[in-house]
């Protein structure tokens, strides 16, 4: 099983600031990697898939990117909307892994 | 518009059985993989299981192997996961979610959830 780490578990910034988030995989898993934002209350929604291809509908301040085991979801300026925790998971091989999540809290 | 939602969660009692259902709208739901995912109160998201858009294929979770079991029926646009032997630590949110168009494991649409309960 693909074990995915998150860091940091908590980021505090403010709106308008530069969120950095990053994933690693215990092992590679090519470019199979997404992300997800879960806000309380709501299902997860795709931002970004295969590492750096933005889902349908989502913004450009976000963006994805790293191969093999090392990713990175940036947001280059925070909106009050993008407040969440966010989510990385692979699918290079079964079992499908998430990560524990990165909560993005406002400063 | 692209719609899944999830019914049949409730409560039960240790060892006991439970069927969820989602229904499919808004996409040609047999060329899509379907998944399960659920999320414990307060923890992460943690995959389920997963099933093709023939339904040939199914894979699992260790946590779930041997007690659950996937399926779907194409001609009702309906995902089904048969939950035996349920324990305390079955307890979650759990959504269906349909896998991106040609992948299995990126999952693009979600629905809200079901609450499962596993208490006596």
């Known amino acids: 099983e693909i074990v995915l780490t998150q860091s940091p578990a908590t980021l505090s910034l403010s709106p308008g600031e530069r969120a950095t988030l990053s994933c690693g995989a215990s092992?590679?898993?090519?470019?199979?990697l997404a992300w997800y934002q879960q806000k309380p209350g709501q299902a997860p929604r795709l931002l970004i898939y295969?590492?750096?291809n933005r889902a349908t509908g989502i913004p450009a301040r976000f963006s994805g990117s790293g191969s093999g085991t090392d990713f990175t979801l940036t947001i280059s300026s925070l909106e009050p909307e993008d407040f969440a925790v966010y989510y990385c998971?692979?699918?290079?091989?079964?079992?499908?892994?998430f990560g524990g999540g990165t909560r993005v809290e406002v400063k | 518009e692209v719609q899944v939602l999830e019914s049949g969660g409730g409560l039960v009692q240790p060892g006991g059985s439970l069927r969820l259902s989602c229904a499919a709208s808004?996409?040609?739901?047999?060329?899509?993989?379907m998944s399960w995912v659920r999320q414990a109160p307060g923890k992460g998201l943690e995959w389920v299981s997963s099933?093709?858009?023939?339904?040939?294929?199914?894979y699992y979770a260790d946590s779930v192997k041997g007690r659950f079991t996937i399926s779907r029926d194409n001609s009702k646009n309906t995902l089904d996961l048969q939950m035996n032997r349920l324990r305390g630590e079955d307890t979650a949110v759990y959504y269906c979610?349909?896998?991106?168009?040609?992948?299995?494991?990126?999952?693009?649409?979600w629905g809200q959830g079901t609450l499962v309960t596993v208490s006596s």
């Open positions: 979610a349909r896998g991106r168009a040609g992948t299995t494991g990126t999952l693009d649409n």
């Open positions: 808004g996409f040609t739901f047999n060329t899509y993989a």
């Open positions: 099933i093709s858009p023939s339904g040939v294929s199914s």
């Open positions: 092992q590679s898993v090519n470019s199979f």
């Open positions: 295969d590492a750096s």
């Open positions: 998971q692979h699918r290079s091989n079964w079992p499908l892994t």
